[in-house]
């Protein structure tokens, strides 16, 4: 089934603190090469035909992400990167 994937997150300009936490608890468990850490959500969207990557970017742009403190993208699903190849 086709998928697109919407990598949504907070705009460079805009605080993380989950990314934040995340960086700051690296160098207790040994690492310590990593910068920054910035945290985002993947959303998967299956279409019934073939994927549409103008659809998804209207409900991502409406609904699954605030345009004022984050920025998405839309593309389409690897083969082999889907949850379900994941798992």
């Not at 705009?11 to 990314?19: A, F, N, S, V």
């Not at 998405?72 to 690897?78: C, P």
């Amino acid at each position: 089934m086709p998928r697109v994937v919407v990598d949504v997150m907070l705009k460079p300009e805009i605080l993380d603190p989950q990314g934040q936490a995340v960086a700051n608890a690296l160098p207790r468990l040994g690492v310590s090469d990593v910068a920054s850490v910035r945290i985002g959500r993947r959303i998967e969207i299956e279409f019934t035909g073939e994927p549409d990557l103008d659809r998804a970017r209207e409900i991502a742009d409406k609904l699954l992400a605030n345009p004022v403190i984050e920025d998405f993208t839309v593309r389409l699903a690897e083969a082999d990167e889907t949850a379900d190849a994941r798992s």
